[in-house]
């Protein structure tokens, strides 16, 4: 893949709730190149989260304008797993408890099933574990948690570092951060950090949605998108998020009113 | 209220009753007209005579009609192939194979294990038997306080089984195969299974037996004696099934019994355990995944703790979709001076959809103070934030609910001790639900 080349490409996009007359996002347009990280800060409410789940196919949103494509593909006709297989991964802002399904069998599902949508040869099992093993190493994730059924009993901090293992272990295209940072002390912070920054290459775009600059500061964005009200109010370089940390966002939002 | 008394002013059984339970009688005959059996059989007769097959406005069928169980001729029921190797395949154990409950020599293995005896109930013809102890004794006793008149019908006329007596620990375990054949068979078998003290087995079963299946196994755990009991109930979709096991529990004993369901029309499993000896453990779970409008699985459990430090735990769970029915009826009785009892009592489903149903009645008699028991029934849908998370990993919606389904029955599974039997059965449920997807 070419670098610079649209990865993600969000256009004029509306979303309402299915179930209320209730609409959240209102008009977004957004484009995430291959190889660069784009940053999404905003007041809460904003509709970050609900933008992050429509594009990963959670049900219970209508869009009623607009369009977001990844590498050319209608994104949002698909269901989620033929996303994810296209290369969609949401690192979830409250990532899910499974009781009963072993962390090791979701991972391995998971990744043979991406493999077999995409026409590949699944994983071996003596090759899965040994790549579990390595990446849950690197996120200091023990052997223990691994045979934990999936987040069950996980402190919010295992969570989120469950997430990026299950990034890592996906090797998607395009990685969607919803809030990964909050709840990871320092050092975790400096893990999960590590962990996306290894996986940042030409080929992958991130969308990382963070209220601190502090993530920032490991994962270095390229552009920083300000999203208040269900628009992208203002786009700009790294420099935004240290303005947003500094002043807030009052001076922003009256600048568009 | 003693068992003689309420039945002595039990009234007689209604004419619509008594004309069904007759019309089913005619289409049958005792069992064994010479030998031990005998007395036992005529007794079991007078029973049925006494009250009358089951009745769809019974209280104890209020969930479950009994039509299917209690008419005369047993529906037909198409054969369905499985495609796949039985249950247990890869288990080193004792086969005995009977079809449409006719005892099948050439594919069973010799009736030979070490420190077990093995017969057949329809060759054990002598006048003088240990099973005459047992037979009909134990399902006579299980009589009181709930009638199970089925269990005496299968009594007075089984027409085969087997008499399993352990006096040692036995190597391997003793397997109950049951192929169905015929779209119309209609087969009673009758076990009775004698553990004497210290011994221990492992009981097999798998397979749909009939179209129409009534079953009796009656077993006797004397005191520090270990049964472990183990069955699937074969797939063809139509077949029917009554089963009872009434268990008496001494000293130090354990008993656990654990049943696999998936298809059939009609399957009422009763399980009627009797704690008697201190410090017994009596563990009986089921795990059953229901699909479609004809399917309905009734579990009705009966323990009853007379004797000091006894646990009971009962665990079921259902998997219904499709317009399925699930029956749980679990009770669980104290009797006076059974101090220290632990009893445990968990029913629960999965609705896969609305239309699906479970009906749930948990019970606690207790007429001790010092005693834990607890209970609860749950139904409740599928986790759509679960589902969600595994498809944004990829996982496809079917696979995805077959791994919410698989770790849902898991708790049940994980109540069999072996780990190569419980291994076996999970992987049976996942090839299973593997096909369904196609
Ligand atoms: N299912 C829902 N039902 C009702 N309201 C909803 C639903 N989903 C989202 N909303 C509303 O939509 C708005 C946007 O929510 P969203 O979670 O996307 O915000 P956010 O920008 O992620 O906020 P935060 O920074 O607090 O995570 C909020 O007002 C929220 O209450
Ligand atoms: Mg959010």
Known sequence: MRKGKNMLEIKNLHVKLEEEDKQILKGVDLKVEAGKVHAIMGPNGSGKSTLSYVLAGREGYEVTEGEATLLGEDLLDMDPEERAALGVFLAFQYPVEIPGVGNMTFLRTAVNAQRKARGEEEMSSTEFLKVVREKAKALKIDAEMLKRPVNVGFSGGEKKRNEILQMAMLEPKLCILDETDSGLDVDAMKLVSEGVNALRDEGRGFLVITHYQRLLDHIKPDVVHIMADGRIIKTGGPELALEVEQNGYADLLAEVQ | ?438
């Open chain 2, 1 to 438: 209220m003693s068992a003689i008394l309420s039945r002595s002013i039990k009234t007689k059984p209604s004419a619509a009753r008594t004309t069904a339970t007759e019309a089913r009688m005619a289409a049958l005959s005792p069992g064994a007209s010479s030998g031990w059996s005998v007395p036992a059989r005529e007794a079991a007769l007078a029973r049925v005579q006494s009250m009358g097959l089951p009745q769809p406005r019974d209280e104890y069928w209020r969930f479950t009609k009994p039509q299917g169980l209690v008419q005369a001729e047993a529906p037909q029921a198409a054969l369905f192939d499985p495609q796949e190797a039985p249950t247990f395949d890869q288990i080193d154990r004792v086969k005995i194979v009977f079809v449409d409950g006719v005892f099948s020599a050439e594919d069973s293995d010799p009736l030979e294990l070490a420190g077990v005896s093995i017969e057949r109930l329809a060759e054990a013809t002598s006048d003088i038997h240990w099973a005459k102890d047992l037979y009909g004794v134990l399902e006579e006793r299980g009589q009181d306080p709930v009638e199970r008149p089925l269990a005496a019908l299968n009594t007075w006329a089984a027409t085969d089984g087997v008499l399993i007596r352990v006096s040692g620990k036995a190597e391997k375990p003793v397997s109950l195969i049951y192929r169905h054949e015929s779209e119309t068979s209609d087969v009673m078998l009758h076990h009775v299974i004698k553990l004497e003290e210290g011994a221990e087995l492992t009981l097999l079963e798998n397979g749909p037996a009939a179209a129409r299946f009534n079953k009796v196994m009656e077993v006797e755990v004397a005191d520090e004696a270990r049964f472990h009991h183990v069955r699937t109930q074969g797939r063809d979709h139509e077949r029917r099934a009554a089963t009872h096991i009434f268990a008496r529990l001494g000293r130090e004993s354990l008993f656990k019994s654990f049943t696999l369901t998936a298809n059939g029309v009609m399957t009422r499993n009763e399980a009627v355990i009797e704690l008697t000896g201190d410090d017994a453990m009596a563990h009986v779970a089921g795990a059953c995944m229901g699909d479609g409008r004809e399917f309905h699985h009734d579990d009705t459990v009966f323990v009853t703790h007379d004797a000091l430090n006894c646990e009971s735990r009962q665990v079921f769970k259902k998997v219904l979709r499709n317009g399925a029915t699930g029956v749980f009826q679990g009770k669980i009785l104290v009797k006076e001076g059974a101090q220290k009892t632990d009893g445990y009592q968990i029913s629960q489903s999965l609705l896969l959809d609305g239309d699906s149903t479970f009906l749930a009645k948990p019970e606690l008699e207790i007429y001790a103070d010092d005693v834990a028991c607890s209970h609860g029934s749950t139904s409740g849908a599928i986790d759509e934030e679960a589902i969600f998370y595994l498809r944004s990993r990829g996982v496809d919606a079917e696979t995805a609910q077959d791994l919410m389904t698989i770790a849902f029955l898991a708790e049940a599974l994980d109540e069999i001790e072996d780990e190569t039997l419980r291994e076996a059965l999970l992987e049976r449920l996942t090839a299973w639900l593997e096909r369904r997807r196609g």
